[in-house]
């Protein structure tokens, strides 16, 4: 079983501070995370001024402002972004970003990327599906608010422009911050694999660790979660991202999970457990005085630890037949006392 990718989500929560930003890149590096991925985006390039935030993105520190002007604030230049590359290299870290625009597509050529991540606004621009089908990468392609016949169409899209269906990821996604339980829809991801023989993964938006824990036992490949140094700060996705010590726990536990599913599928003893089976399973004793010649009965015999006599799973070999010695009560039958 290949390792799950675990890609900690700081997108935008730098809050358009690279000195921020560099301490997130330290806190995702000491979780112990694979990939740190961010948001590179020219804000005059994907969202018309006039456009309104979404519910979550609206805070109370923020009332009145536009979708633009929010993120305008949350844009790092492309210098900031080689800075943050180099400092990943040093603190031993994937750099992984998602991008919305052209001019940020040719510049992230720049960042010598694993994969190009497209998130989930983009899964319907079949014009920028085919320029990242163009750069002949491996692709992460988040899904959020699709259906299944949107996927099949942007799989086609990038298929029929040269990428292989090996080199995509699929994730599985729901874009409310934070994402109601009862709308997480996990099954969608198995959905997902079956439909496509794809890989596919799960970008989450819940609170707490749970449901990526959940999804990797379900067989995700790849795992994303948002993360913040503090929940409290202002911005649209600190609130429903985890904090430092919450992300290294999700990582432990992943980790967990998959040594869990791991086995062979077979149902047998382990090596760890078989020092256990003398101890813990029951042999066959007797509960009361017996006389040679006296039958063995439910009555005068009883199943005890430990389980280094005749097995309990003998009893009807034994009952019915006679003592062929005079026996104690509480002693553990051994196969010379029984008469054949």
Avoid at 254 to 266: L, T
Avoid at 309 to 336: M, N, P, S, Y
Wanted: with cysteine.
């Amino acid at each position: 079983m290949s390792k799950v990718i675990i890609i900690a989500e700081a997108g935008v929560n730098h809050n358009g501070d690279i000195n921020l930003a560099y301490k997130l890149v330290d806190a995702a590096s000491e979780a112990g995370v694979d990939y740190i991925k961010f948001q590179t985006f020219i804000s005059e390039l994907i969202v018309d001024k006039t456009t309104q935030k979404a519910d979550y993105q609206k805070t109370k520190l923020r009332e009145g402002e536009t979708q633009f002007e929010m993120i305008k604030k949350l844009e790092l230049s492309f210098e900031d972004f080689h800075k943050i590359k180099k400092y990943c290299d040093k603190r031993k870290i994937k750099f992984l970003t998602s991008v919305a625009d052209f001019t940020s597509l040719e510049k992230i050529d720049e960042y010598i990327l694993d994969y190009i991540k497209i998130a989930s606004g983009e899964l319907t621009n079949k014009l920028f599906l085919r320029k990242v089908a163009l750069k002949k990468k491996p692709i992460i392609l988040s899904t959020g608010m699709a259906t299944l016949g949107e996927i099949e169409e942007a799989l086609f899209t990038l298929q029929n422009e040269g990428i292989q269906r090996s080199d995509i990821i699929v994730l599985h996604c729901n874009t409310e911050y934070p994402t109601p339980m009862n709308d997480v829809n996990l099954k969608a991801m198995q959905t997902i694999a079956d439909a496509f023989k794809i890989k596919v993964g799960y970008s989450d938006h819940t609170l707490g660790l749970e449901i990526p824990i959940a999804a990797v036992a379900l067989g995700a490949k790849v795992i994303e979660k948002h993360f913040t140094l503090d929940k409290t700060l202002p911005g649209p996705d600190h609130s429903a991202s985890l904090e430092p010590h919450e992300l290294k726990a999700m990582v432990v536990a992943i980790r967990n999970v998959e040594k869990a599913i791991s086995g062979s599928g077979r149902k047998e003893p382990s090596d760890s457990e078989l020092k256990n089976r003398v101890v813990v399973r029951k042999s066959i004793f007797t509960s009361k005085k017996i006389f040679k010649g006296e039958v063995f009965t439910e009555s005068n015999i009883t199943i005890k630890r430990p389980g280094d006599g005749i097995a309990a799973v003998e009893i009807d070999l034994i009952l019915g037949r006679t003592a062929a010695v005079e026996l104690e009560q509480g002693r553990k039958l051994e196969f010379k006392d029984i008469q054949w």
